[in-house]
C-alpha cells in the first residue's frame, strides 16, 4: 500500500511536471531559515535531555527525535547550500555524558523530558504544515510535506509511549451543563 507522502509527491509531480519552478521567494527562504535553527536547537535539547535520563525506552526515543531532527537538518542544509541561501548559526552538538553523574539540581525528570520533547514535536509540526500551505515552490512545498510526514508519525509513537508510561498530560474531561457526568 502506498503511503500518503508517496501519493501527495505523485499528484503534485504529475500537475506540475512541466513547468518551471520560479525562483525562491523570500517567505520560503525566512520559513527554511527559522526551521533550520528550530530543529538544531531541539537537537541540543535532545542531546542534554539524551545525557540526564537512564530510562532504556527514553533513550530510544530521543534517539529517534535526534535522528529525525538531523535528517531534516541535512536535507535543509544541503537545499540552502545549492540555492545560495546563508546558513543561520548553529550550535554545536553535545558530547555523550554519564546520566548518574548529572546533578540532580539540574537533571531533569523523564516526564519532563517526554513533554518538553512532545512541545517541541507541536511546534514543528504546526510550522511544517503552515511552511507547506505557503511554499510557492512545489519542490519546497514536498519539502515542507516530508518533514510534517516525519514529524507526525514520531509524534503518534511518543503519545503512544507517553498514554501508556503515564506521561501523557490530559486536562480534565468537561461535560457540558446538563449532561450527565458518565
Request: hydrophobic residues 40%.
Amino acid at each position: 500500500m502506498t503511503n500518503v507522502l508517496e501519493a501527495v509527491t505523485h499528484i503534485f509531480s504529475n500537475l506540475v511536471d512541466n513547468e518551471p519552478e520560479p525562483p525562491i521567494n523570500v517567505g520560503e527562504v525566512m520559513d527554511l531559515w527559522k526551521y533550520l535553527a528550530f530543529i538544531e536547537e531541539a537537537t541540543v535539547i535532545e542531546q542534554v535531555s539524551r545525557n540526564t535520563t537512564i530510562d532504556p525506552e527514553l533513550l530510544k526515543i530521543l534517539d529517534q527525535a535526534i535522528n529525525i531532527c538531523s535528517s531534516q537538518s541535512e536535507r535543509i542544509q544541503k537545499f540552502m547550500k545549492s540555492s545560495g541561501i546563508p546558513i543561520p548559526p548553529l550550535p554545536a552538538d553535545k558530547p555523550n555524558s554519564d546520566a548518574d553523574a548529572v546533578p540532580m539540581g539540574v537533571k531533569m525528570t523523564d516526564e519532563e523530558i517526554v513533554n518538553i520533547l512532545a512541545a517541541k514535536l507541536l511546534l514543528a509540526t504546526r510550522e511544517c504544515s503552515r511552511s507547506m500551505m505557503e511554499a510557492i515552490r512545489v519542490d519546497i512545498g514536498l519539502m515542507w510535506s516530508n518533514f510534517f510526514y516525519e514529524q507526525a508519525k514520531f509524534g503518534a509513537v511518543l503519545k503512544s509511549k507517553m498514554r501508556a508510561r503515564g506521561w501523557l498530560k490530559n486536562p480534565p474531561a468537561y461535560f457540558p451543563p446538563g449532561t450527565p457526568n458518565t
